[in-house]
C-alpha cells in the first residue's frame, strides 16, 4: 500500500520542512490535524505562517497588476461576448486603461513591450552593417 | 481557460479562497474543488464534463466490484474495467484513424465500400484521465492503494491543475492528502510560487517566441527556408516542447501547492541526458514511470524474461506510448524510433566489451539531444513524408531564406541553459522567496508578471500537450 508521496517527490519539498518524528512541540495538538502536519518541521522561522503569508503577498500581487497592468484587463474586456452585460465592463476597462496610461501606470509593460519589439527585431551583428 | 491569463488568474484567487476557508469543513472542500475543477473543464467544452463524469464512476464502480469479490472474479472486474477506459480512450481517439485505415485497405483491395467516419470531438486531456482511472483500477487490485470513495475518485480525477495534461497523479499518493486536513508551510508556498512564476516565464515567452517567430513559418514552409533555418528550427522545436509543457506540468504543481497538495515533479532537466533510458527518467516522468509500471512490467512482462522478450516488451512499450500522443502514423514513428534506440541502448549495454572506455559524458549528452531532436521532428511534422522531406533538406544543404534572428537564437540558448543550471534552482529560489516579507513578494511576483506582460506579445497559444 502506498501512503502518500514520500518527501522530496515533490518539487515544492524543502528538506529542511521534512516531517520528522516529534517536531510538534505545541502542547494542544489538534486532533483533526494530519500525519504530515504533525510532524512537520515547525522549528524553522515562519513556517507557521505559511498560508497567511501566502495570502497577502497574492492580495498585494493582485492590487498591484490591478493598478498597473490594464492592458491584460482590456485585452480581457476587448475579448467578452458582446453582450449588454459585457458593455459596461468594456467600457470601464478601457477607461481604466486609459487613465492608467495618463497616470503613467503602464510605463513598466510598455517599457518592456518596446524593448522585446526592438530586439525581436534586432539582426545579426554581420548583417547590420 | 488557460493557466496564463486573466480569467484564470481571477478564478484562482477564488478558488484559493474558498479553499482555505473551507480548511476544517471535510468533504465540503473537495465538492468545492470538485465543482471548479468542472467549471475549469467546461470552460473547454462543457459536454465533456458528463464524460469526466461517467469515466470516474465507471472506475468507481469497477474498484468496489474488485474489492467486493476477490480471486478470479476480482480479475474479471480488473479486465473489464480497464478495457472500459480503453474503450472511451479508443473511441474518442483513435475511431476515426481506425476507420481511415480501414478504408484506405479496403479501397487498395478493390472494394468500393467505405464505412463512414463520425468527426469524433477529442476532449481535453481524455488521455490523461484515462490513464489515471486505470491506474485507479489496478492499484486497487494489486492493493497498492486503498479504495477511494465516489467523490474522493471523481476529485483525484477531475481536480483542475492536472486534469488537462497532467502530470498523471498515482491515486496512492493523492487519496492519502484528501484525507488530512490541508496545511501550508511557508516554503512550500514560497516554492509554488517560484514555480508558477518560472512555468509562465517557459511558456509565454520562450515556447511562444519559438512557436511564433521560428518553429511555426519553417515546419509549416520548409521549401522556402535555408538548412540553417531547419536546423535552428528543429533544435526550436525541442526547447519550444520542453519549455511549453515543462511550464504546464511546473505551474500545476505550483497552483496544486498552493492550495495544500503535493503533486510529484515532472521533468528534471531532461536535456541533460547522458542517454535515451536517461532522457526517460528526465521527461514526462509521470507517464514514462506510468508506462514502465502498468504496461512495460504490468502487462509485457518487463526484464525478468528472456532477451528477447525484453527487447519486444521495451520496443512495445514506446511505441504504444507513441500512440499514447495522438492517432497519427507520425507518433507511432516517434515512439518506434525511440523504442528502437532503447533497445539498441540496451543491447550496446550487453555487448560492450569489458576493456572499452566509457565515452565523456557530455558526448552522451550531445548524442541523446540530438537523437531526442531528431525524433521531435517527427512528432512536429504533420505526416511522415513532410518529416523525412524536412531531414532531407537538412542533408541537402537547402538554400534559402534565413529568418532565425538573435532573439529566437537567444531563446534556444536560454532553454538549453536552463537544463544545465543548478537541478535545486526552483527549491533554492523558493528558500530566498520564503525569508522576504509578503509586501516584497507580492511586489516582485507582480514585477514578474508586468514583465511576462510585456514579452508575450499578442496572446498565449493553447499548450501543446492540450491536443494529447
Excluded at chain 1, 529542511?16 to 494542544?28: M, N, Y
Excluded at chain 2, 523558493?430 to 508586468?450: H, I, K, Q, S
Amino acid at each position: 500500500m502506498i501512503h502518500g508521496l514520500p518527501w522530496g517527490a515533490s518539487p515544492i519539498d524543502l528538506a529542511e520542512e521534512a516531517p520528522g518524528e516529534v517536531k510538534f512541540l505545541d502542547t494542544e495538538l489538534d486532533p483533526a490535524m494530519g500525519a504530515l502536519e504533525r510532524m512537520a518541521g515547525w522549528q524553522v522561522p515562519g513556517m507557521r505562517s505559511g498560508l497567511r503569508w501566502a495570502a497577502q503577498a497574492m492580495a498585494v500581487s493582485t492590487l498591484a497588476l490591478l493598478a498597473l497592468n490594464s492592458h491584460a484587463l482590456a485585452n480581457w474586456a476587448d475579448q467578452l461576448p458582446v453582450t449588454r452585460l459585457s458593455e459596461p465592463v468594456v467600457a470601464l476597462a478601457d477607461d481604466w486603461h486609459a487613465a492608467a496610461g495618463r497616470l503613467g501606470l503602464n510605463a513598466v509593460v510598455d517599457h518592456v513591450e518596446a524593448a522585446a519589439t526592438a530586439m525581436r527585431k534586432a539582426p545579426w551583428p554581420k548583417a547590420h552593417r | 481557460m488557460l493557466f496564463p491569463t486573466l480569467a484564470f488568474h481571477g478564478f484562482f484567487i477564488l478558488v484559493f479562497c474558498c479553499n482555505w476557508l473551507l480548511r476544517r469543513a471535510g468533504d465540503w472542500r473537495l465538492i468545492m474543488l470538485l465543482v471548479a475543477s468542472w467549471i475549469f473543464y467546461g470552460w473547454f467544452d462543457a459536454r465533456f464534463v458528463a464524460l469526466l463524469l461517467l469515466s470516474a464512476m465507471l472506475n468507481w464502480g469497477a474498484a468496489r466490484l474488485i474489492v467486493a469479490q476477490p480471486g478470479r472474479r476480482a480479475r474479471l472486474w480488473l479486465i473489464a474495467g480497464v478495457w472500459a477506459n480503453l474503450a472511451i480512450l479508443g473511441f474518442f481517439k483513435y475511431y476515426d484513424f481506425f476507420l481511415h485505415g480501414v478504408n484506405s485497405a479496403l479501397a487498395g483491395a478493390g472494394l468500393g465500400i467505405g464505412l463512414k467516419t463520425l468527426d469524433v470531438i477529442l476532449p481535453v486531456g481524455v488521455s490523461f484521465f484515462t490513464f489515471q482511472g486505470i491506474s485507479y483500477v489496478v492499484d486497487v487490485w494489486k492493493g497498492r492503494s486503498e479504495p477511494a470513495r465516489l467523490l474522493e475518485l471523481t476529485f483525484l480525477m477531475s481536480f483542475f491543475p492536472h486534469l488537462v495534461a497532467g502530470p498523471i497523479v498515482r491515486p496512492g499518493h493523492i487519496l492519502p492528502q484528501l484525507r488530512e486536513r490541508p496545511w501550508l508551510s511557508r516554503g512550500a508556498a514560497a516554492t509554488s510560487l517560484v514555480l508558477i512564476l518560472w512555468g509562465l516565464v517557459k511558456k509565454t515567452v520562450i515556447a511562444n517566441e519559438l512557436g511564433v517567430h521560428l518553429v511555426d513559418p519553417v515546419f509549416n514552409h520548409p521549401s522556402g527556408h535555408s538548412a540553417g533555418d531547419l536546423i535552428l528550427a528543429a533544435y526550436g522545436y525541442s526547447i519550444q516542447i520542453y519549455c511549453d509543457f515543462s511550464a504546464y506540468s511546473d505551474m500545476a504543481i505550483g497552483l496544486a501547492g498552493l492550495l495544500g497538495f503535493r503533486f510529484p515533479a515532472n521533468f528534471n532537466q531532461p536535456y541533460r541526458a547522458s542517454s535515451l533510458q536517461d532522457f526517460w527518467r528526465r521527461w514526462h516522468i509521470s507517464l514514462s514511470s506510468w508506462l514502465r509500471d502498468y504496461l512495460y512490467i504490468g502487462v509485457l512482462g518487463g526484464s525478468r524474461q528472456t532477451l528477447l522478450r525484453t527487447c519486444l516488451a521495451l520496443f512495445g512499450t514506446m511505441l504504444l506510448g507513441g500512440l499514447w500522443h495522438g492517432a497519427s502514423v507520425n507518433f507511432l514513428i516517434w515512439g518506434a524510433l525511440h523504442g528502437a534506440m532503447l533497445v539498441g541502448e540496451r543491447l550496446w549495454g550487453l555487448a560492450r566489451p569489458a576493456g572499452l572506455p566509457k565515452a565523456p559524458v557530455w558526448l552522451g549528452r550531445l548524442y541523446t539531444f540530438h537523437l531526442v531532436t531528431v525524433a521531435w521532428v517527427f512528432f512536429r511534422a504533420k505526416t511522415f513524408g513532410e518529416a523525412t522531406d524536412f531531414l532531407g533538406r537538412i542533408g541537402h544543404g537547402q538554400q534559402g531564406a534565413f529568418i532565425a534572428l538573435p532573439w529566437t537564437v537567444g531563446m534556444i540558448a536560454l532553454g538549453l541553459a536552463c537544463q544545465f543550471g543548478p537541478p535545486d534552482a526552483i527549491q533554492r529560489l523558493g528558500r530566498r522567496l520564503r525569508a522576504m516579507p509578503f509586501w516584497a513578494v507580492g511586489l516582485l511576483v507582480t514585477l514578474v508578471l508586468l514583465v511576462v506582460e510585456g514579452l508575450r506579445g499578442a496572446g498565449v497559444a493553447p499548450f501543446i500537450y492540450f491536443q494529447f
